[in-house]
């Protein structure tokens, strides 16, 4: 499994949807931990997620 699937499942749980069915979350959160690329993409999205939250409230 390639980052570009991580990142796929990190993105599905940031917008509150299903992981994908070949990232269970245990693999998904075992990946961040190892992964320092990874989690400062989650950091990087997260922080956008907050971002454009902010810009839709009236």
Excluded: K, N, Y
Excluded at 17 to 43: F, K
């Amino acid at each position: 499994m390639e980052c570009s699937d991580f990142r796929t499942a990190i993105s599905a749980r940031i917008d509150g949807e299903a992981l994908p069915p070949a990232v269970p979350v245990g693999v998904l959160d075992a990946h961040l931990r190892e992964c320092a690329d990874c989690r400062a993409w989650e950091q990087a999205a997260r922080r956008l997620r907050r971002l454009t939250g902010r810009l839709r409230e009236p």
